[in-house]
Every structure is written in structure tokens, then in C-alpha cells.
T-cell receptor
């Protein structure tokens, strides 16, 4: 069974640019959540999508957005990049049926803003 | 605002010893707790979840929950060098959002 697939693995962008990250969840999982991980703040929740709808959003500025497609694949977008956006962005997949028992994380996209 | 606190470590134990990792949480109403392991340069992987007071065992791992003391722990028996990693404690926030502690680094020496 394929795991959670995130692309690309690494990205280098310039301040002010925008970036789009992609995530394909485990087959059959309809919930996709996104997290940002930095050394200073640790793992922080960005948002969750389920059945193409944003169900929950963390405390991040509006420059961070996402969407989910009918096949459950999800993208997140960060506009007007800032140096502080440099982080590991993790996508997490869960079934959400029969109760929630934790996520499976993808390998992440490491974003460096210069 | 729910918070999860962990000692950043490093916690150093010799091979074969029991490693004890601890976590406290701020919201007395928290019900679900998760332990993740993260190797350097890798993504977190779920070790186990715990919902009820008491112990839950899975192989060499035992999670312990004490809701009265707002305390969660993870015991690793017969620690191996391959257990060297950062261990993240998390509780469930709104929906399926997880609130993570900043993690404890464990180092197991052979």
C-alpha cells in the first residue's frame, strides 16, 4: 500500500515569490492535513481538508492556503514568501472513518526561502 | 489554548536500559494522546496512541496516561541505538488537528 507522497522534496525560492506544494494521501484516505515544522516552533498545524472542504485552520496568515481535489490529492500554496517561511512542510493523511487514530505523515517538502 | 510541554533533552541512556520520556498538557479536557518518533531528516511516524488512564503496551513501548496529573509518558524497554531519535508527544485539538510538543531527543549509546 503506497504511503503519503509529497512533491517536490526540496525547493529553493526567493522572497516575494509564491510556491505550491503537492500531497497525495494514502489510497482511501479522504482527510489531508498540513503542518509546518521549524526548529524554533516545532510542528504547527496549518489546515485540514476533507472531501474537498477546509475543515479546520491553524493560526497562520492568509498567505497560506490550500485546496483538495476530488481524488483527495491536496495542494498548499504560500504567496509572497518570507524568509521565516523556510521550513519542512509535512502532509498528513488519515481515514477519518471509524474514528481518528493519528496520522501518517509524508516525507515532507523542505522549503528554503532566500 | 492547548499546550503540550516536553523536556527537549537530550536524554541519554545506555543500550538495554529503559528510556522514560515525559509530556505534560495544559487542557484538562484533552482526551487523545499520540507519540511520534522522528529520525533526523525524516518525517514523524506514529508509535502509539492512548486515550484511557493507565498503561498501553505495544512491543517494547508502553504509553502511560494520568489524566488527574495531566501527564503522559512513553517507556522504551531494552533501548537500542536504533531508538535514537526525537520523540514527539501530541494531543488532539479542534477536529483532527494535533498539538505537538517540541520533542525530546533520545540518545542510546552502545
Amino acid at each position: 500500500k503506497a504511503g503519503v507522497t509529497q512533491t517536490p522534496r526540496y525547493l529553493i525560492k526567493t522572497r516575494g515569490q509564491q510556491v505550491t506544494l503537492s500531497c497525495s494521501p494514502i489510497s482511501g484516505h479522504r482527510s489531508v492535513s498540513w503542518y509546518q515544522q521549524t526548529p524554533g516552533q516545532g510542528l504547527q498545524f496549518l489546515f485540514e481538508y476533507f472531501s474537498e472542504t477546509q475543515r479546520n485552520k491553524g493560526n497562520f496568515p492568509g498567505r497560506f492556503s490550500g485546496r483538495q481535489f476530488s481524488n483527495s490529492r491536496s495542494e498548499m500554496n504560500v504567496s509572497t514568501l518570507e524568509l521565516g517561511d523556510s521550513a519542512l512542510y509535512l502532509c498528513a493523511s488519515s481515514s477519518r472513518t471509524g474514528g481518528f487514530d493519528g496520522y501518517t505523515f509524508g516525507s515532507g517538502t523542505r522549503l528554503t526561502v532566500v | 489554548q492547548k499546550e503540550v510541554e516536553q523536556n527537549s533533552g537530550p536524554l541519554s541512556v545506555p543500550e538495554g536500559a529503559i528510556a522514560s520520556l515525559n509530556c505534560t498538557y495544559s487542557d484538562r479536557g484533552s482526551q487523545s494522546f499520540f507519540w511520534y518518533r522522528q529520525y533526523s531528516g525524516k518525517s514523524p511516524e506514529l508509535i502509539m496512541s492512548i486515550y484511557s488512564n493507565g498503561d498501553k503496551e505495544d512491543g517494547r513501548f508502553t504509553a502511560q496516561l494520568n489524566k488527574a496529573s495531566q501527564y503522559v509518558s512513553l517507556l522504551i524497554r531494552d533501548s537500542q541505538p536504533s531508538d535514537s531519535a526525537t520523540y514527539l508527544c501530541a494531543t488532539r485539538g479542534e477536529g483532527t488537528a494535533l498539538i505537538f510538543g517540541k520533542g525530546t531527543t533520545l540518545s542510546v549509546s552502545s
